[in-house]
Antibody
């Protein structure tokens, strides 16, 4: 069974870059789609983007200028970088895998504050 | 900007049947949007229920079904159980690439 675990700083300062890592176990990151999704407190889900090992990566147009999703096959890890963050980027960030996606991490809260 | 619209809230009695819908601001939802449905309970990560319109994951209870209905994607719960009380989200893929979530439907079992 595929399991995902997000990790990274829980607090990021405004204007800085948010960096998260997702470690995948029980499956190869060289297969399937891998996605990042976020959820501000008390609000709905927002699709950030997804990547496939072929190199195809799609992003939410509203975030595209600030976001990078990449894969490290040697570590079986997925990463997210979001630059120039503001308080509006405060959210629980989820990594997820599969086409739906069907496998989800537990999520990690990232707060943007000075 | 593409908007995906769901009913904000619905209420159903235990044992009853309820249908949640998912509409696109671009027009009719078809299987080309690969409609997906997720269930989220408070404090938990979302759980995938339905993919590509009507396909169930191995863990999806039989009482959940997906379809296209009147130009929208639909999730029907038949024989609703108290544990089905949750927030439900649809996810559509545009051009088989960009994903957009609906705003979610809060389902109350009462």
């Amino acid at each position: 069974q595929v399991q995902l675990q997000e990790s990274g700083p829980g607090l990021v300062k405004p204007s800085e870059t948010l960096s998260l890592t997702c470690t995948v176990s029980g499956g190869s990151i060289s297969s399937y789609y891998w996605s990042w999704i976020r959820q501000p407190a008390g609000k709905g889900l927002e699709w950030i983007g997804r990547t496939y090992i072929s190199g195809n990566t799609d992003y939410n147009p509203s975030l595209k200028s600030r976001v990078t999703i990449s894969v490290d096959t040697s570590k079986n890890q997925l990463s997210l970088k979001l630059s120039s963050v503001t308080s509006a980027d405060t959210a629980v960030y989820y990594c997820a895998g599969g086409g739906a996606p069907e496998w989800w991490g537990q999520g990690t809260l990232v707060t943007v504050s000075s | 900007q593409t908007v995906v619209t769901q009913e904000p809230s619905l209420t159903v009695s235990p044992g009853g049947t309820v249908t949640l819908t998912c509409a696109s601001s671009t027009g009719a939802v078809t299987s080309d949007y690969y409609p997906n449905w997720f269930q989220q309970k408070p404090g938990q990560a979302p759980k995938a229920l339905i993919y590509s319109t009507s396909n169930k994951h191995s863990w999806t209870p039989a009482r959940f079904s997906g379809s296209l209905l009147g130009g929208k994607a639909a999730l029907t719960l038949s024989g609703v159980q108290p544990e089905d009380e949750a927030e439900y989200y649809c996810l559509l893929y545009y051009g088989a690439a960009q994903g957009v979530f609906g705003g979610g439907t809060k389902l109350t079992v009462l």
